[in-house]
């Protein structure tokens, strides 16, 4: 399953790791190593999702290169979640995106915008892109309303069936004799405890050891971008309500309750995407494989260019500059959404899995 010897040196570094145990009581990723008496396949896709990078043990491990024992377990679980996220895509043939995830994203996004905003040219006349519209459904005088729809809604199915395709295969996959119980209640409600909290991204109680010791920035970052998608998806889902069932059509006023949890949505983004690629540009690149950074780079990149147009697009919707900034922020989220399965995005799925499994492990023991 992993490349070159990965699961060997897993078991050789974590069988170290059990004979010290120093880091065992600030991290959950030693002590599901603990229950291990050696480390499979399966094991290391399942810690390697537990991990969630903050990094605490290759700053405390006394073992690190230039030791001869050559410790470097947050580098070497990094490069097997990279693995993972290839290895559980549908189908194979876009897991090739996984290995070139700068390029993949931007010749994506660029290939939408190009696409969209031919689309708006041709379907509805290229002098759309500069005319100032106003008033109620002044969106759709752009792109028609189903033209903007259907399409988000099949690459929205299609993201979902790969997801749940991937993580149906990776749950089968981790399983394994050192828990009884892999799903109860239970497990799922400490699992989704840990994953909204960010518990893990404390580093041992102090915060994440990237820039400095015990910084607290990468949790909150990561924690304005999580609510700001939620934000925005929410404002998604008041939108269509006023739309669709109470028959009003955007544009919406400033203080409606789509624009302002847009609004809140899109500000946290930027400032949460701009504050981890600022930390990623200063942290220490030894305890991480250079796939993953080029995976966070091109998704952090893809949701600021998203939340800024938006944020944009709302600034300039009353003005002859709306029917371009419409084109880019809608063609910025079909690439957003195109790539999804394929890119850091995915690593929700499988790290909520693997805190289930981690959840019901500890019940048991």
């Not at 031919?118 to 106003?134: D, N, P, S, V």
């Not at 991204?201 to 015990?214: A, F, S």
């Not at 939340?307 to 500059?321: E, H, I, V």
Request: charged share 15%.
């Amino acid at each position: 399953m992993f490349e070159a010897d990965l699961t060997a040196e897993a078991d050789r570094q974590f069988a170290v790791c059990n004979a010290c145990r120093y880091c065992e009581g600030f991290c959950a990723v030693f002590g599901a190593a603990e229950l291990r008496t050696a480390i499979g396949d399966g094991d290391v896709a399942y810690l390697a999702n537990l991990c969630h990078d903050c990094r605490m043990c290759f700053d405390a491990c006394m073992f690190t290169p230039p030791h001869e024992f050559a410790m470097n377990i947050p580098a070497l679980l990094s490069e097997a979640r990279v693995q993972v996220y290839e290895r559980y895509s549908r189908p194979q043939a876009f897991a090739r995106m996984f290995r070139a995830p700068g390029w993949a994203a931007g010749s994506v996004t660029l290939g939408s915008i190009v696409v969209v905003t031919l689309l708006i040219a041709f379907g509805m006349g290229a002098a759309e892109l500069w005319t100032a519209h106003l008033g109620p459904g002044a969106f759709y005088r752009v792109i028609p309303y189903l033209a903007m729809v259907l399409p988000a809604l099949a690459l929205a199915a299609y993201g979902i069936v790969v997801l749940v395709s991937g993580a149906r295969s990776y749950a089968t996959d981790i399983r394994s004799s050192a828990g009884d119980r892999f799903v109860s209640l239970r497990s799922i409600g400490t699992a989704l405890r840990d994953a909204l909290t960010l518990v893990y991204l404390r580093g041992g109680g102090e915060g994440c050891y990237d820039v400095k010791r015990g910084s607290p920035w990468r949790r909150l970052f990561h924690m304005l971008v999580f609510w700001g998608v939620l934000a925005d998806f929410g404002a998604t889902i008041c939108a269509a309500v006023l739309q669709d069932v109470m028959g009003y059509l955007p544009p919406y006023p400033l203080w409606s309750i789509p624009v302002v949890l847009g609004t809140l949505g899109g500000v946290a983004i930027v400032v949460g995407a701009a504050g981890l690629l600022a930390l990623k540009g200063r942290s220490d690149a030894k305890p991480t494989s250079a796939r993953m950074i080029a995976m966070d780079y091109a998704f952090l990149a893809m949701l600021e260019l998203v939340a800024l147009t938006g944020l944009a697009l709302l600034a300039f919707r009353s003005t002859p500059a709306m029917g371009t900034l419409l084109a880019i922020h809608l063609g910025s989220i079909a690439a957003l959404f195109i790539t999804a399965p394929y890119s850091k995005f995915v690593h929700f799925i499988y790290r909520t899995i693997a805190l289930v499994k981690n959840a019901s492990e500890q019940q048991g023991t």
